[in-house]
């Protein structure tokens, strides 16, 4: 029989992939929750085979019971950036609850690494988006492997990044030479290259014998942001260089709004929301402490075509360090 795979968040960055790959074949049926089926995102996941949109809020019980109707497989990806960490935690565990009640054979989650616990709880890993995430993964993996299958694809800072909020800036000093700034010290920092983040996605529904209760930990490379800079430089000829700045610092350079809260779309008054400040201060201690890691043994079994550098991928996408848009929910913002 054909398996039908629900996937939630399937229009943004993380979910396009995910979608592109399980569509690659007729082996699945593809159903893609979305809040409009008019996104450029949308139309695009609908032209491809087996793809079909459905409109709705993810975050609705009505909407979800209707979603989960006449499917076999769910893939989730919540979006705390924009319901905060308490509603992910909350609908991270509802739809597993949900998939059990509506007797999905493989629950697949979207996970992030859970920074407080691996830091033991202090408060310097203390990231919402992060912890929101690794409270569900380990909500899921108590759960038993039958009659429900699940598995966690848990990931990392995406290497296109390196396009949008990662991207190089040039030196104010020395126009000709590009500042890759960060607040990672000599942290190795894993990045993801997404089309394999597809790829694995893809891997742990054609092989659930393998991948039930799994939590796989995926990502490129774990890399310096000294060696990044110098990889750019070998690839475009561009100087570049690392510039490790403190927290401070960081929150100065306009990448992001420190003051702004992390869940856009919910209750801005809720205390127990951080604000960006807060939540990436956690968030690059966690990474430049290098709490976390990967089996690149293991990934290399799974996925023996994958990526293996950021170097690669710099050559392989002809990287130079120029602006594009990755993250949906930015466009959309833009676009408002
Ligand atoms: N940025 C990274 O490097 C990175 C790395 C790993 C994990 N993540 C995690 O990925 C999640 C975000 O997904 P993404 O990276 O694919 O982001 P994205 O490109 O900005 O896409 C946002 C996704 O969230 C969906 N969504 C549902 N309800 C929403 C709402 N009320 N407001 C905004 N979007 C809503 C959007 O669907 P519709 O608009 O179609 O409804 C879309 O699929 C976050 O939880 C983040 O922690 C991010």
């Not at 709004?257 to 956690?282: C, K, M, W």
């Amino acid at each position: 029989m054909k398996e039908t795979v629900l996937v939630i968040g399937g229009t943004g960055a993380q979910g396009v992939p995910v979608v592109k790959s399980l569509a690659t074949d007729s082996k699945y049926n593809v159903h893609v929750l979305t809040r409009s089926a008019s996104s450029k995102e949308a139309k695009y996941l609908a032209s491809l085979p087996s793809v079909s949109i459905l409109e709705g809020n993810t975050y609705d019980e009505t909407t979800l019971r209707q979603a989960f109707k006449d499917i076999t497989c769910v893939f989730v990806n919540t979006n705390g950036f924009a319901i905060g960490e308490k509603a992910e935690i909350y609908w991270g565990i509802r739809l597993y609850e949900l998939a059990r009640e509506f007797q999905v054979k493989h629950f697949v989650y979207a996970g992030l690494e859970y920074g407080s616990k691996l830091g033991n709880f202090n408060h310097k890993y203390r990231c919402g988006h992060l912890d929101g995430k690794g409270k569900v993964v380990d909500f899921i993996s108590a759960q038993p492997t039958s009659p429900m299958a699940w598995s966690v694809l848990t990931s990392c800072m995406y290497m296109e990044a390196l396009t949008e909020f990662l991207r190089p800036f040039p030196d104010p000093t020395d126009p000709d030479i590009l500042i890759f700034a960060a607040p990672l010290g000599e942290g190795k920092c894993p990045l993801i290259y997404l089309e394999d983040y597809g790829a694995y996605a893809r891997w742990i529904f054609d092989n659930p014998a393998r991948s039930n209760g799994l939590v796989l930990h995926v990502a490129t490379e774990d890399i310096r942001w000294e060696d990044l800079a110098s990889a750019f430089s070998q690839v475009t000829g561009q100087k570049a260089v690392y510039k490790d700045v403190s927290l401070e610092e960081y929150f100065k350079l306009g990448i992001l709004d420190p003051d702004a809260i992390v869940g856009h779309s919910t209750d801005q008054d809720d205390s127990t929301l951080l604000t960006y400040r807060e939540n990436f201060s956690g968030f690059w201690n966690t990474w430049k402490d290098n709490l976390t890691k990967r089996d690149y043994q293991l990934l290399d079994t799974i996925l023996p075509t994958r990526v293996k550098s950021v170097k690669e991928w710099m050559e392989k996408t002809g990287y130079s360090g120029k602006y594009t848009s990755l993250l949906k929910d930015r466009r959309d913002k833009a676009r408002k």
